[in-house]
T-cell receptor, first 114, second 113 residues
């Protein structure tokens, strides 16, 4: 069965620090990969996605992620975080060809200190 | 605003009761997905409808059912509620059947007392 693992459950950073959140998935076939963000009290919003092509994808708010197929990874990065990035981040995968149901990781809570 | 609407925002009910959660997808989207978010289970896929037909089921309890109507809105029915059903229920919509981007609604927070 497909699964997604996010290694960092709770990350605390100071403003301007660099961020990298790990995401690994288990599935042998072609996958589509997503990062969603959930700000406190709000719904999930799409940060970025990878379907095919350039493995380095850029999303909103200065976020980017790199798909490394050999490592089954899709890590999220941001060079300089802001207090407003405080939120929960979810990595998700869906296998190309299925109905599109998303399999989510456990989520990473990011707290940015001003 | 994702364009996906869900009602009600909050629902408080008692064990054994039945509730209906409603979702309206973005204009033009044919797929509706339901997810449950709880502290212990995280975000779990429940069920997927495409253009009125059930397409996939996840870890959805037999006490739960859903449907998608001709106008493409969807309802999730939860019956014989238990304390453990307390969670945030999200619906998401996407354009087609395959792995398109899903846009999430604001969720319905269900509290079972």
């Amino acid at each position: 069965a497909q699964s997604v693992s996010q290694h960092n459950h709770h990350v605390i950073l100071s403003e301007a620090a660099s961020l990298e959140l790990g995401c690994n998935y288990s599935y042998g076939g072609t996958v589509n990969l997503f990062w969603y963000v959930q700000y406190p009290g709000q719904h999930l919003q799409l940060l970025l996605k990878y379907f095919s092509g350039d493995p380095l994808v850029k999303g909103i708010k200065g976020f980017e992620a790199e798909f490394i197929k050999s490592k089954f990874s899709f890590n999220l990065r941001k060079p300089s975080v802001q207090w407003s990035d405080t939120a929960e981040y979810f990595c998700a995968v869906t296998s190309a060809g299925n109905t599109g149901k998303l399999i989510f990781g456990q989520g990473t809570t990011l707290q940015v200190k001003p | 605003d994702s364009g996906v609407t869900q009602t009600p925002k909050h629902l408080i009910t008692a064990t054994g009761q039945r509730v209906t959660l409603r979702c309206s997808p973005r204009s033009g989207d044919l797929s509706v997905y339901w997810y449950q978010q709880s502290l212990d289970q995280g975000l779990q896929f429940l069920i997927h409808y495409y253009n009125g037909e059930e397409r996939a089921k996840g870890n959805i309890l037999e006490r739960f059912s859903a449907q998608q109507f001709p106008d493409l809105h969807s309802e999730l029915n939860l019956s014989s509620l238990e304390l453990g059903d307390s969670a945030l229920y999200f619906c998401a919509s996407s354009l087609g059947l395959a792995a398109d981007t899903q846009y999430f609604g604001p969720g319905t927070r269900l509290t079972v007392l």
